[in-house]
């Protein structure tokens, strides 16, 4: 492997001399108590299909010369919440014909590695957003970062401004970031206690079955870029805290860089990487991974097969400017399902609604790892 980058309403009650009373008032907390947890079980379930069982796993696994339409509707009733392109099954044929040898991974960070909402339905905080929300940090630079994201974040889910337009807002947004958090400023150690507190206080969360997904690329050595148009640091040590900072996991994102004293004064890239501009173009050169998807082109300068995982119609563009065999895409629709279905589907091989979990990557990896150990055994 090459280069490793480390690189209640508020419930108040009165005390009444009746006891019949009392007992009235904790009878109708408890109630409201059963009925806040029914609701969220409730929300649980209709979020959260089943899992996938062993049988249905050895039934997907050993389908391959059927009807599309035939395995379409195998996978649909397996994975109930995703919704699938006819091209993710052909795609997903010729990554299994070249093997796990050949393939890359390259993944978006902020809801798509992360999750959106947890069971209580708090939104997961973004790699930027747990330090300009930091409790650490003052209350008067938490409104001004408030203030920045309430004008910019408007036009980042506005569809119909042109793509030129909404480059030059989210240069905009992203800089305006930069120069608040210079001006303030962030220190090392502020940066470092930030992230910390929200990974141990939960509130930047892994999405269910992440942790087994990277674990598993890792045991099946294969490379992972994680590409976010985030906060490189938040990304790093997230992965780190979690213990899944691998040796084949490279990070390219917004860096922060610090002066002697320990104060941020610059961002690299100078240009920074926003939600609208994510491509390959802005991985280093030096980068191993690139290395890694030379050495894993599958014939001649053909390029790897990569497995893309993104939450946004930007993420879709993650391997522009990579020579690849075959892209295949998943996409994490976490909200406005309806509004944003049609266009996430005209991108996307697969997608997977309601903030679903990371059944289906997995899926992928676990057929790899058994074509690979059918042809260790043929060959002895
Ligand atoms: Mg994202």
Avoid at 187 to 214: M, P, Q, W, Y
Avoid at 228 to 246: D, F, I, N, P, W
Avoid at 275 to 287: D, E, H, I, L
Wanted: charged share 20%; hydrophobic share 40%.
């Amino acid at each position: 492997m090459a280069a490793v980058i480390r690189s209640s309403a508020s419930a108040t009650s009165t005390i009444m001399n009746r006891a019949g009373t009392m007992v009235t008032a904790a009878v109708a907390v408890g109630l409201i108590g059963l009925c806040s947890h029914l609701a969220r079980g409730r929300r649980r379930r209709r979020h959260r299909p089943p899992p996938v069982t062993l049988a249905q796993r050895r039934e997907l696994a050993a389908i391959t010369a059927v009807p599309v339409t035939q395995q379409m509707a195998r996978w649909s009733k397996s994975f109930p919440n995703v919704k699938f392109n006819p091209s993710f099954f052909a795609k997903l044929e010729a990554i299994r014909q070249n093997g796990r040898s050949k393939l890359v991974t390259i993944a978006d960070f902020d809801w798509t590695l992360t999750g959106f909402h947890n069971e209580k339905g708090v939104l997961c905080k973004t790699s930027y957003g747990v330090l300009t929300s930091s409790p650490l940090v003052d209350e008067k630079y938490r409104d001004r970062a408030a203030e920045i994201k309430a004008k910019y974040f408007p036009y980042e889910r506005d569809y119909t401004i042109t793509t030129e337009r909404k480059h030059e807002l989210m240069v905009e947004w992203w800089n305006t970031v930069h120069e608040a958090m210079v001006a303030y400023p962030f220190t090392k150690t502020l940066v470092h206690d930030s992230i910390r507190h929200a990974v141990e206080t939960n509130c930047l969360f892994l999405r269910e079955g992440t942790s087994t997904f990277l674990a598993s690329l890792e045991r099946a050595n294969i490379p992972l870029l994680v590409m976010s148009a985030g906060m490189h640091q938040t990304v790093e040590q997230t992965l780190r805290m979690k213990g899944l900072l691998h040796p084949t996991t490279e990070v390219c994102a917004n860096t922060m860089g610090f002066a002697d004293d320990g104060k941020c004064v610059s961002f690299t890239p100078v240009h920074p990487v926003h939600s609208g501009n994510k491509s390959f173009t802005s991985v280093p050169a030096q980068s191993g991974f690139r290395a890694e998807c030379r050495a894993r082109s599958v014939k001649d300068e053909a390029g790897p097969n990569v497995l893309l995982l993104g939450d946004s119609m930007g993420d879709i563009h993650m391997t522009r400017g990579l020579a690849a065999s075959t892209v295949l895409s998943i996409g994490f629709l976490n909200d406005d399902i309806e509004k944003r279905l049609p266009e996430f589907m005209g991108s996307y091989d697969a997608v997977i609604c309601h903030d679903g979990n990371m059944d289906l990557p997995l899926q992928i990896l676990e057929m790899l790892s058994s074509d690979s150990s059918a042809a260790t055994s043929r060959s002895t």
